[in-house]
Protein backbone atom coordinates (compact mmCIF):
# COMPACT_ATOMS: atom_id res chain seq x y z
CA UNK A 1 0.00 0.00 0.00
CA UNK A 2 3.14 2.51 0.81
CA UNK A 3 4.24 2.09 -2.48
CA UNK A 4 0.72 2.78 -4.33
CA UNK A 5 0.68 6.17 -2.63
CA UNK A 6 4.13 6.63 -3.14
CA UNK A 7 3.46 6.05 -6.91
CA UNK A 8 0.44 8.69 -7.02
CA UNK A 9 2.56 10.99 -4.66
CA UNK A 10 5.57 10.72 -8.01
CA UNK A 11 2.54 11.16 -10.35
CA UNK A 12 0.65 14.36 -9.22
CA UNK A 13 4.46 15.46 -8.37
CA UNK A 14 5.15 15.59 -12.24
CA UNK A 15 1.80 17.04 -12.95
CA UNK A 16 1.67 20.62 -13.71
CA UNK A 17 -1.02 22.99 -14.33
CA UNK A 18 0.58 24.77 -17.08
CA UNK A 19 -0.04 21.38 -18.96
CA UNK A 20 -3.40 21.43 -18.44
CA UNK A 21 -3.60 24.81 -19.80
CA UNK A 22 -1.31 24.51 -22.65
CA UNK A 23 -3.47 21.36 -23.84
CA UNK A 24 -6.90 22.78 -23.25
CA UNK A 25 -5.61 26.00 -25.38
CA UNK A 26 -4.51 23.87 -28.25
CA UNK A 27 -7.90 22.10 -28.02
CA UNK A 28 -10.17 25.28 -27.50
CA UNK A 29 -8.06 27.22 -30.40
CA UNK A 30 -9.13 24.08 -32.69
CA UNK A 31 -12.37 24.46 -31.92
CA UNK A 32 -12.42 27.78 -32.67
CA UNK A 33 -11.22 28.12 -35.69
CA UNK A 34 -13.25 25.52 -37.20
CA UNK A 35 -15.93 27.20 -36.50
CA UNK A 36 -14.63 30.39 -37.76
CA UNK A 37 -13.80 28.47 -40.55
CA UNK A 38 -16.81 26.91 -41.03
CA UNK A 39 -18.97 30.35 -40.61
CA UNK A 40 -16.52 32.15 -43.66
CA UNK A 41 -16.97 29.31 -45.74
CA UNK A 42 -20.55 29.67 -45.38
CA UNK A 43 -20.58 33.72 -45.56
CA UNK A 44 -18.08 33.44 -48.57
CA UNK A 45 -20.91 31.29 -50.44
CA UNK A 46 -23.89 33.46 -49.65
CA UNK A 47 -22.01 36.10 -50.80
CA UNK A 48 -21.25 34.35 -54.05
CA UNK A 49 -25.58 33.54 -54.18
CA UNK A 50 -26.12 37.33 -53.76
CA UNK A 51 -23.89 38.23 -56.59
CA UNK A 52 -25.13 35.78 -59.03
CA UNK A 53 -28.71 36.54 -58.05
CA UNK A 54 -28.02 40.31 -58.55
CA UNK A 55 -26.21 39.90 -62.01
CA UNK A 56 -29.59 38.04 -62.93
CA UNK A 57 -31.48 41.07 -62.21
CA UNK A 58 -29.02 43.36 -63.96
CA UNK A 59 -29.68 41.23 -66.90
CA UNK A 60 -33.14 41.34 -66.40
CA UNK A 61 -33.68 44.83 -65.83
CA UNK A 62 -31.30 45.37 -68.82
CA UNK A 63 -34.10 43.47 -70.82
CA UNK A 64 -36.92 45.26 -69.45
CA UNK A 65 -35.12 48.06 -70.79
CA UNK A 66 -34.45 47.45 -74.49
CA UNK A 67 -38.41 46.03 -74.06
CA UNK A 68 -38.81 49.60 -72.91
CA UNK A 69 -37.30 51.43 -75.41
CA UNK A 70 -38.98 49.51 -78.64
CA UNK A 71 -42.44 49.84 -77.17
CA UNK A 72 -41.52 53.30 -76.29
CA UNK A 73 -40.90 53.55 -80.24
CA UNK A 74 -44.12 52.44 -81.36
CA UNK A 75 -46.41 54.43 -79.15
CA UNK A 76 -44.16 57.94 -80.04
CA UNK A 77 -44.96 57.10 -83.68
CA UNK A 78 -48.89 56.56 -82.74
CA UNK A 79 -48.36 59.91 -81.07
CA UNK A 80 -46.57 61.69 -84.25
CA UNK A 81 -49.25 59.60 -86.46
CA UNK A 82 -52.82 61.21 -84.58
CA UNK A 83 -51.08 64.83 -84.17
CA UNK A 84 -50.32 65.16 -88.17
CA UNK A 85 -54.49 63.50 -88.34
CA UNK A 86 -55.50 65.92 -85.54
CA UNK A 87 -53.52 69.06 -87.87
CA UNK A 88 -55.32 67.98 -90.94
CA UNK A 89 -58.66 67.86 -89.72
CA UNK A 90 -59.04 64.09 -89.47
CA UNK A 91 -58.67 64.16 -93.05
CA UNK A 92 -56.55 61.03 -94.46
CA UNK A 93 -56.30 62.51 -98.00
CA UNK A 94 -54.07 65.43 -96.51
CA UNK A 95 -51.36 62.97 -95.55
CA UNK A 96 -48.80 62.24 -97.99
CA UNK A 97 -48.81 58.61 -99.11
CA UNK A 98 -45.27 57.59 -98.09
CA UNK A 99 -46.04 59.58 -94.40
CA UNK A 100 -49.14 56.56 -94.47
CA UNK A 101 -47.44 53.75 -94.96
CA UNK A 102 -44.10 54.56 -92.67
CA UNK A 103 -46.82 54.87 -89.76
CA UNK A 104 -49.21 52.17 -90.74
CA UNK A 105 -48.83 50.37 -87.84
CA UNK A 106 -50.78 52.89 -86.11
CA UNK A 107 -53.67 52.33 -87.86
CA UNK A 108 -53.67 48.01 -87.72
CA UNK A 109 -50.76 47.17 -85.04
CA UNK A 110 -50.75 46.81 -81.53
CA UNK A 111 -48.56 45.45 -78.92
CA UNK A 112 -47.97 44.63 -75.22
CA UNK A 113 -45.30 45.64 -73.15
CA UNK A 114 -43.55 42.09 -71.77
CA UNK A 115 -41.80 42.53 -68.47
CA UNK A 116 -39.76 39.87 -66.93
CA UNK A 117 -39.84 39.92 -62.92
CA UNK A 118 -38.46 36.03 -62.27
CA UNK A 119 -35.21 37.19 -61.10
CA UNK A 120 -36.65 39.63 -58.47
CA UNK A 121 -38.83 36.70 -57.63
CA UNK A 122 -35.82 34.43 -57.04
CA UNK A 123 -34.53 36.91 -54.86
CA UNK A 124 -37.31 37.93 -52.99
CA UNK A 125 -38.31 34.18 -52.30
CA UNK A 126 -35.40 33.49 -50.97
CA UNK A 127 -33.44 34.05 -47.92
CA UNK A 128 -30.18 36.44 -49.13
CA UNK A 129 -32.62 39.90 -49.28
CA UNK A 130 -31.78 40.38 -45.34
CA UNK A 131 -27.85 39.66 -45.44
CA UNK A 132 -27.75 42.82 -48.30
CA UNK A 133 -26.80 45.45 -45.72
CA UNK A 134 -27.53 48.37 -48.49
CA UNK A 135 -31.29 49.22 -47.90
CA UNK A 136 -31.65 51.74 -49.48
CA UNK A 137 -30.46 49.69 -52.40
CA UNK A 138 -32.56 47.55 -52.47
CA UNK A 139 -35.78 49.68 -51.50
CA UNK A 140 -34.75 51.37 -54.97
CA UNK A 141 -35.05 48.58 -56.84
CA UNK A 142 -38.40 47.20 -55.72
CA UNK A 143 -39.37 50.77 -56.94
CA UNK A 144 -38.29 50.63 -60.07
CA UNK A 145 -39.78 47.25 -60.20
CA UNK A 146 -43.24 49.10 -59.13
CA UNK A 147 -42.73 52.00 -61.56
CA UNK A 148 -41.94 49.37 -64.76
CA UNK A 149 -45.02 47.79 -64.14
CA UNK A 150 -47.27 50.94 -63.65
CA UNK A 151 -46.46 52.03 -66.91
CA UNK A 152 -46.97 48.12 -67.92
CA UNK A 153 -50.07 48.69 -67.32
CA UNK A 154 -50.78 52.22 -69.11
CA UNK A 155 -49.19 50.48 -71.89
CA UNK A 156 -51.73 47.48 -71.95
CA UNK A 157 -54.90 49.93 -70.94
CA UNK A 158 -53.45 52.10 -74.26
CA UNK A 159 -53.08 48.86 -76.18
CA UNK A 160 -56.59 47.83 -75.11
CA UNK A 161 -58.18 51.16 -76.14
CA UNK A 162 -56.63 50.56 -79.66
CA UNK A 163 -57.70 47.04 -80.33
CA UNK A 164 -60.93 48.07 -79.24
CA UNK A 165 -61.11 50.58 -81.47
CA UNK A 166 -59.69 48.68 -84.57
CA UNK A 167 -61.95 45.69 -84.28
CA UNK A 168 -65.15 47.76 -83.81
CA UNK A 169 -64.06 49.15 -87.38
CA UNK A 170 -63.79 45.56 -88.38
CA UNK A 171 -66.64 44.41 -86.70
CA UNK A 172 -68.48 47.13 -88.41
CA UNK A 173 -67.70 46.26 -91.91
CA UNK A 174 -70.42 45.29 -94.54
CA UNK A 175 -70.70 44.97 -98.33
CA UNK A 176 -71.25 48.27 -99.22
CA UNK A 177 -68.07 49.46 -96.89
CA UNK A 178 -65.94 46.70 -98.23
CA UNK A 179 -66.90 47.71 -102.06
CA UNK A 180 -66.24 51.95 -100.81
CA UNK A 181 -63.44 51.84 -99.44
CA UNK A 182 -61.86 48.67 -100.47
CA UNK A 183 -62.29 47.98 -104.16
CA UNK A 184 -61.84 51.90 -105.26
CA UNK A 185 -58.58 52.09 -103.61
CA UNK A 186 -55.06 51.05 -105.17
CA UNK A 187 -54.53 49.28 -101.57
CA UNK A 188 -57.16 47.02 -99.57
CA UNK A 189 -54.91 48.19 -96.38
CA UNK A 190 -55.33 51.82 -97.33
CA UNK A 191 -58.95 51.41 -98.27
CA UNK A 192 -59.17 50.47 -94.84
CA UNK A 193 -57.86 53.27 -93.26
CA UNK A 194 -60.10 55.36 -94.86
CA UNK A 195 -62.61 53.25 -93.94
CA UNK A 196 -61.06 54.05 -90.06
CA UNK A 197 -60.83 57.68 -89.97
CA UNK A 198 -64.78 57.78 -90.97
CA UNK A 199 -65.24 55.47 -88.16
CA UNK A 200 -66.71 57.13 -84.50
CA UNK A 201 -65.16 55.05 -82.55
CA UNK A 202 -61.92 55.39 -84.28
CA UNK A 203 -61.84 59.01 -84.81
CA UNK A 204 -62.18 58.95 -80.85
CA UNK A 205 -59.27 56.91 -80.16
CA UNK A 206 -56.90 59.45 -83.08
CA UNK A 207 -57.86 62.20 -80.42
CA UNK A 208 -57.13 60.70 -77.07
CA UNK A 209 -54.22 58.92 -78.06
CA UNK A 210 -51.47 62.03 -77.33
CA UNK A 211 -53.17 62.69 -73.80
CA UNK A 212 -54.22 58.75 -72.75
CA UNK A 213 -51.34 58.57 -70.61
CA UNK A 214 -48.79 60.34 -69.03
CA UNK A 215 -45.98 59.28 -72.07
CA UNK A 216 -43.51 61.47 -69.74
CA UNK A 217 -42.94 58.35 -67.29
CA UNK A 218 -40.98 56.84 -70.20
CA UNK A 219 -38.34 59.33 -69.13
CA UNK A 220 -37.88 58.77 -65.96
CA UNK A 221 -38.42 55.19 -66.20
CA UNK A 222 -35.10 55.45 -68.57
CA UNK A 223 -33.38 57.41 -65.73
CA UNK A 224 -34.32 55.00 -62.99
CA UNK A 225 -33.20 52.23 -65.01
CA UNK A 226 -29.85 53.11 -66.23
CA UNK A 227 -29.18 54.11 -62.51
CA UNK A 228 -30.07 50.90 -61.40
CA UNK A 229 -28.37 48.59 -64.36
CA UNK A 230 -24.76 50.75 -63.57
CA UNK A 231 -24.94 50.37 -59.92
CA UNK A 232 -26.04 46.80 -60.05
CA UNK A 233 -23.14 46.30 -62.67
CA UNK A 234 -20.76 48.57 -60.41
CA UNK A 235 -21.20 46.23 -57.27
CA UNK A 236 -21.68 42.87 -58.31
CA UNK A 237 -19.87 42.37 -61.93
Known amino acids: MKKFWKYMADVLKGWRIGDYLRQFSIVAAGVIV ?3 GSDLISTHSREKEIRSVMQLIRQELTNNYEELKHTRSMIEADIRMSRMLKEANMELEAIPADTIEKYWEFFSSSA ?6 DALE ?3 GSQLMQHINDKQMLQDLLQTYGYIERMRKDISDYYNLKNNAIMRCIESLDKQSIKKYMFNNTSVYKGFYAFQMEHPVFLSFVSTVEGYCDWNRFNRIDSLLNKEINLLQ ?3 D
Open 34 to 36: TFW
Open 112 to 117: ALNVDT
Open 122 to 124: VLK
Open 234 to 236: ERF
